[in-house]
């Protein structure tokens, strides 16, 4: 376990470039993903905003995986900021993560999240978190998920404040999939020192502003969320989403996200070597023209199935339904192929919102002009997770 004795001692060392460490190039001999580029594989690094942190441009989010020896390589390779959370896989993947990573912690940038809204809670689950993650320090800790300011308490700060004047945390955040209603917010109170957010191609510029305005407060500012929906794979389970693996749709897109100057780091999914492989590439080459045009097809096709996260709808089901939640769960079965975290994610709306069925009404009275087929979408997911 990496004390925080030796991290202080260390003098926060961080990677640089071409470092003796290994961690900015690889020979193309080293790596299956230098030798089928024939260059080395290169990593830019970006600072985390206030926080001083240098990380590299692509991070790993580990939510869905469940392979310890992808994230493994990714570490090996290069890659310095994971990203996990006490709630993922039942506790499971922090313990994943830490054992996968411990040799290499006092290397990385280590981001958890607590889903409790109480200060004894949280207290308990950074402890589980530390223990799990083998170390004596989270270098972000995130309050998660929060979508609406209300949700966020001041006893929630104060024990952010708190576990950092006890050295259990650097540098505390806020996780949200609403940067519109969050991110001014954030940068406003001034107490948070990273903001991740969902971010990707489909989304107006609004939320550009948004997130320019976190960033100028001094917040470092994280990506996730960033491949929109993930429909690279063929193990999602309506066959709508065939027509979604268009080749070259997911390099792209995290192509357009490294390329926007306000974010800090980006945690796309990995799920096993090819995906990191595929990423690791794309990382390397710049945005282009041709990117482009195919993100603006790959828009096209997804536009009735993918919600937007814009937040346009909420309070227009006339059943009360929460539209973006709902349909954030049938993105991770269809979209990810994790349909047993999308039924957990169902089943965490009330009971009377699990209860509703869309073929009740006459009419939907839910209508996106970003041309989302709500009522048949949200049918689908009553029909999977009710």
């Given at each position: 376990m990496t004390s925080r004795r030796e991290f202080l001692s260390a003098g926060l060392a961080l990677p640089v470039v071409g470092a003796s460490s290994g961690m900015g190039f690889f020979k193309p001999s080293q790596d299956p993903v230098a030798s089928q580029t024939g260059s080395p594989v290169k990593f830019e690094y970006r600072t985390l905003g206030r926080t001083g942190l240098k990380v590299t441009s692509m991070g790993f989010g580990c939510m869905i995986t469940?392979?310890?020896?992808?994230?493994?390589?990714?570490?090996?390779?290069?890659?310095?900021?994971?990203?996990?959370?006490?709630?993922?896989q039942h506790g499971n993947n922090e313990r994943m993560v830490g054992a996968a990573l411990a040799a290499k912690r006092k290397q990385l940038v280590l981001s958890t999240k607590t889903d409790s809204n109480t200060r004894d809670g949280m207290a308990r689950e950074l402890d589980i978190s530390l223990r799990e993650l083998k170390t004596d320090y989270i270098d972000i800790w995130y309050l998660h998920g929060k979508d609406d300011v209300a949700t966020i308490t001041d006893e929630m700060i104060e024990?952010?404040?708190?576990?950092?004047?006890?050295?259990?945390?650097?540098?505390?955040?806020?996780?949200t999939h609403k940067p519109l209603q969050l991110l001014p917010w954030m940068a406003q109170k001034?107490?948070?020192d990273v903001a991740l957010t969902v971010y990707n191609f489909t989304m107006?510029?609004?939320?550009?502003?948004?997130?320019e305005i976190a960033a100028k407060s001094g917040m470092g500012v994280v990506a996730m969320k960033v491949m929109a929906g993930g429909f690279r794979s063929l193990k999602h389970t309506d066959p709508a989403y065939?027509?979604?693996?268009?080749?070259?749709?997911?390099?792209?897109?995290?192509?357009?996200?490294?390329?926007?100057?306000?974010?800090?780091?980006?945690?796309?999914?990995?799920?096993?070597?090819?995906q990191l492989d595929e990423n690791l590439r794309a990382m390397a080459q710049p945005y282009s023209g041709g990117d482009q045009k195919l993100l603006a097809a790959h828009l096209e096709m997804i536009r009735p199935l993918y919600c937007r996260m814009c937040g346009e709808c909420e309070g227009?089901?006339?059943?009360?339904?929460?539209?973006?939640?709902v349909m954030r769960c049938l993105t991770y079965a269809d979209?990810?192929?994790?349909?047993?975290?999308?039924?957990?994610?169902?089943?965490?709306?009330?009971?009377e919102q699990?209860?509703?069925?869309?073929?009740?009404?006459?009419?939907c009275t839910v209508k996106c002009r970003h041309g989302v087929q709500v009522s048949s979408r949200v049918a689908r997911a009553q029909e999977l997770f009710a």
């Open positions: 469940s392979d310890p020896s992808v994230v493994e390589r990714a570490a090996d390779i290069g890659i310095t900021y994971f990203d996990t959370s006490h709630g993922y024990m952010q404040q708190l576990a950092k004047k006890q050295g259990k945390i650097r540098f505390a955040g806020v996780s001034g107490v948070f107006d510029s609004d939320v550009d502003r948004a997130i065939d027509k979604l693996t268009r080749p070259g749709a997911m390099p792209a897109a995290l192509k357009w996200v490294l390329s926007k100057p306000n974010i800090s780091t980006t945690i796309p999914s990995m799920t096993d070597m090819d227009a089901c006339q059943k009360g339904l929460p539209i973006a939640n979209g990810y192929g994790q349909f047993a975290l999308g039924r957990e994610r169902f089943q965490e709306l009330s009971s699990v209860a509703v069925r869309c073929g009740d009404c006459a009419e």
